[in-house]
């Protein structure tokens, strides 16, 4: 379980990141290409990460806010942690395979802020309150829908496909606010892997907002476990 959600974040991470990479950094193939080619890129990344998760034998869950709703729901505690860490480490890795990846555009790129938006997210509008109520709906959103996704498709063999979806819509329609994080792992484990790195001018790496997309995702997250459980499971 732990490889497999390590490798499967990594996968998120590594496509993710990457696509924010190839629309924000200079000299890019694809430079300015824009928010629908980042979301499009986003959905693409849930869905190879799950991919390779499940073939792992892993739950494809990539996201550590739904092992803590696991957690405090009473599942398998020890499962969910080994899932959880796989996820921080496989975020970690990732990112850094990314920064090798453009590692000639960062000198290029010369704006401190779009270096941290390739590994983490930052709100449009800076309101911790505010950015902390919208990654919990957004969350809690990803959460409602995807627990409806095996009924409605019949078979869970399409359901990453439509989880990729789901992200893909969440992008379009929810990320305007906070840029949707909806993971703590998706933000965290890149936000230090920013930190670390030898990137050239690539400024702090905003950790006065780092908790939002860490703490919203969660309580996103436990709010949909509970809700689901009483509207779908009764």
């Not at 505010?130 to 969350?139: C, F, G, P, Q, R």
């Not at 995807?146 to 990320?175: F, K, N, Q």
């Amino acid at each position: 379980m732990f490889l497999a959600e390590l490798f499967g974040t990594m996968t998120l991470i590594v496509l993710g990141d990457g696509v924010v990479a190839n629309v924000l950094l200079n000299k890019s193939k694809g430079q300015n290409s824009g928010w629908i080619v980042i979301t499009a890129g986003w959905a693409f990344a849930v869905m190879s990460g799950i991919f390779v998760s499940t073939k792992m034998g892993g739950p494809g869950s990539l996201n550590p806010a739904f092992q803590i709703a696991s957690m405090v729901q009473g599942g398998n505690f020890n499962a969910a942690l080994m899932n959880l860490l796989g996820e921080f480490v496989g975020a970690f890795i990732g990112a850094i395979l990314v920064w090798l990846l453009y590692l000639p555009h960062w000198a290029e790129t010369k704006e401190a802020g779009l270096k941290l938006a390739v590994f983490s997210t930052g709100p449009a509008i800076r309101n911790p309150g505010l950015n902390l109520l919208t990654e919990i709906i957004a969350t809690f959103m990803l959460g409602l829908i995807a627990s409806a996704i095996p009924a409605a498709a019949g078979t869970t063999g399409v359901s990453a496909y439509l989880v990729g979806a789901v992200i893909w819509g969440l992008g379009l329609s929810l990320g305007g606010p906070t840029g949707y994080a909806l993971n703590p792992a998706r933000d965290l484990g890149p936000r230090i892997a920013h930190f670390v790195l030898p990137i050239a001018g690539k400024g702090d790496s905003d950790w006065g907002y780092s908790w939002v997309p860490v703490v919203g995702p969660i309580i996103g997250a436990v709010l949909a476990g509970f809700v689901t459980a009483a509207i779908f499971l009764k």
